[in-house]
């Protein structure tokens, strides 16, 4: 199994030329089959991991050491480097960030995500400056133990309702002199806003966030000058939704057909103790 230390390298270096697709796997088995498949890094998914302990979405309600717990389990089940989806940083203030980043790279993440989004309804997103401190406190937790993990820093006003591109440009600009070392923003869903982000931020490299009916293929954000390309929840709702499915046809109707296209059980089995054998041999 690579070291932490070559993760954190390869990491880096899928950042520096190229596209690729940093897949989100919610548990230990999506992330060991992801591995399979040939990615070369994979990146936890918030919603994801919080759907599988029967919570919503929000870091005021699955806590700090729960997230980092599941990003242990992941970055330890895999030989692949793995970026932390980590939320807001399970805190408010910039101190606070940097001290609970310190623990997320203990976990041995070779990367880490910051949002700016506040959990207020009523002022969704940090104001500039302040965000901007908090992509600094988590910087600094990165450089004061000399660990290679690559910052990303989120903008998140399509999110929380805002289209306003200018202030989604602002704030990765912003994020970028903070340190972040790649730029995101979720939401982001035509040409002209992709271009316009990597154009503003260049040469720092780009996340687009790509969901159900997509509209664009890996070859078309890469000629955008796309970087990196993740599914956030995505993975983790289709399987939710095969087993919704299932699950009330069978409440509501007392059938089962919907589970007559389910991969089959040898096929999962003979997977995962393969993968077993390979490594602990």
């Known amino acids: 199994m690579a070291t932490t230390a070559e993760r954190r390298r390869a990491f880096r270096r899928l950042h520096e030329g190229g596209c690729f ?7 230990v088995g999506s992330a060991r089959y992801l591995q399979h498949l040939g990615f070369h890094a994979l990146a936890t998914t918030s919603a994801g991991a919080a759907f599988a302990m029967g919570l919503p979405d929000s870091d005021r309600v699955v806590p700090c050491d729960a997230m980092l717990a599941h990003v242990r389990n992941i970055v330890e089940t895999t030989d692949v480097p793995v970026n932390a989806d980590f939320a807001s940083g399970y805190a408010a203030a910039p101190e606070e960030v ?56 989120r903008a998140e006003c399509f999110v929380v309702g805002s289209r306003d591109l200018d202030d989604v440009i602002r704030r990765l600009q912003a994020y970028a002199e903070a340190g972040a070392d790649c730029l995101y ?16 931020v260049a040469p720092r490299p780009v996340n687009v966030l790509v969901g159900g009916g997509a509209r664009f293929t890996v070859s078309d954000l890469a000629s955008l000058g796309v970087r990196r390309i993740s599914v956030g929840s995505g993975l983790a709702r289709a399987a939710w939704s095969g087993f919704a499915r299932a ?5 509501a109707a007392g059938r089962f057909d919907a589970m007559a296209d389910a991969t089959p ?17």
Not at 104 to 132: K, N, Q, W, Y
């Open 21 to 27: 697709v940093i897949p989100n796997p919610w548990d």
């Open 98 to 153: 940097a001290a609970n980043v310190r623990r997320c790279i203990e976990t041995g993440v070779a990367g880490l995500s910051v949002e700016d989004a506040s959990g207020d309804p009523t002022t969704p997103l940090h104001e500039l400056g302040f965000a901007a401190d908090r992509i600094r406190g988590a910087r600094g937790a990165i450089d004061a133990v000399r660990a290679d993990v690559v910052l990303t820093a």
């Open 185 to 200: 923003a979720p939401g982001l869903s035509t040409r002209e806003q992709i271009a316009a982000v990597v154009a503003a």
């Open 247 to 251: 699950a009330r046809e069978i409440a």
């Open 265 to 281: 059980y040898a096929e999962l089995n003979t997977f995962f103790r393969e993968d077993v054998a390979r490594r602990t041999s």
